[in-house]
């Protein structure tokens, strides 16, 4: 089975590029610029990454992307991640950014879209991935920031795909950013947001809703509200959940706990992601062989869960940017030849 899942092409939806920074790069990052960290060795940062919750760890992933103040940081951020995600077999990816928690230490958009669309376009040609930026508000921030965000946005509007939200759920519901995502709607920008990962359903609801998502990142506690459920699966909504980071932020206390077979048995459009994968121990790889070894799915679930993705990846509004008709095909003729 680990050789089925190692070759399954991957679309990653669910990736926030600064929680694929690695302890050996935010050191190596952090030395050149004589940053002081907080740790002195691998092994101590480890032991940091032992997290309550959702806010717990978030205090440690906005620390840490402290590291990233230049262009090239945040290429060298990507090239690494890319280079993780080809080995585990990614062929598509989505990656989220958060532009203001570079922008209140004085790092520009552009040097943010610089740095990262370098490392995109080189890991087309170098990895055989495409792939598109999805910058997303801070949901812990004011709307005011949000709308100062999206005016400034504007003007980098066709280097990238659509907008999320996220960041600290609970106290901070979808409605208080609805301003934003009807204006990003009305440009033609995908909207996708957080919802349902520590916050209730009903911000799952108010995020389609109010905010008019198209996708839910995490989504895992729409099982509460069976009504929502149904929507949910007879809309098609795909929910990208990500099985390592609901361990490790309690969200589930163990992997055999994830309700992950209950959202598949429900007719919901899943898809698996890895979140955060430098802090939640592993990548799409990890992910996929975690939830096997606890919940032990059919190979045909598999490629329902791989062929969710590709159909739920936003597809190409800009040059270069989403996924195109033809790479779908490839796609989907690389998960034929999965099946035995
Ligand atoms: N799992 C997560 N939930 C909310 N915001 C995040 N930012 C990075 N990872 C996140
Ligand atoms: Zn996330």
């Not at 943010?112 to 087309?124: S, T």
């Not at 795909?161 to 901070?172: F, K, Q, R, T, W």
């Not at 996929?288 to 990846?313: G, H, K």
Request: with cysteine.
């Amino acid at each position: 089975m680990h050789d089925f899942l190692a070759r399954l092409p991957k679309v990653e939806l669910h990736l926030h590029i600064e929680g694929s920074l690695t302890p050996a790069l935010m050191f190596e990052l952090a030395a050149e610029q004589g940053i002081a960290l907080p740790y002195a060795t691998l092994e101590e940062v480890e032991a940091a990454y032992d997290f309550a919750d959702l806010p717990a760890f978030l205090a440690l992933y906005y620390q840490g992307m402290g590291v990233l103040n230049d262009e090239s940081h945040f290429y060298r951020l990507a090239q690494d991640y890319f280079r993780r995600a080809s080995a585990d077999g990614v062929k598509h990816l989505e990656l989220f950014f958060d532009p203001q928690a570079h922008l209140s230490r004085g790092v520009s958009l552009a040097t943010q879209f610089a740095g990262l669309e370098r490392a995109c376009r080189e890991a087309v040609k170098e990895f055989d991935i495409t792939s598109a930026l999805v910058p997303s508000f801070l949901r812990c921030h004011s709307a005011e920031s949000a709308r100062e965000l999206f005016d400034a946005l504007i003007p980098f509007e066709s280097r990238f795909v659509g907008v999320g939200l996220d960041s600290a759920e609970i106290g901070n519901p979808p409605e208080k950013f609805t301003e934003v995502f009807q204006l990003a709607g009305e440009r033609g920008w995908h909207r996708v947001a957080h919802a349902g990962e520590e916050g209730p359903a009903a911000y799952i609801r108010t995020a389609l809703e109010v905010l008019g998502v198209e996708r839910i990142d995490h989504g895992v506690r729409c099982l509460e509200d069976p009504a929502l459920v149904a929507e949910l699966a007879e809309r098609r909504i795909p929910l990208t959940v990500c099985p390592l980071s609901n361990v490790a932020l309690k969200v589930v206390e163990r992997m055999d706990d994830h309700p992950l077979p209950k959202l598949i048995e429900a007719g919901l459009n899943i898809t698996l992601n890895s979140d955060d994968p430098a802090y939640f121990g592993g990548g799409m790889l990890d992910n996929f062989i975690a939830v096997q070894q606890a919940l032990d799915l059919s190979e045909a679930q598999w490629i329902t869960l791989c062929r969710n993705a590709i159909d739920a990846a936003f597809p190409q509004r800009a040059e270069g940017l989403g996924m195109s008709d033809t790479r779908r095909d490839v796609l989907l003729a690389q998960l034929d030849s999965c099946v035995a």
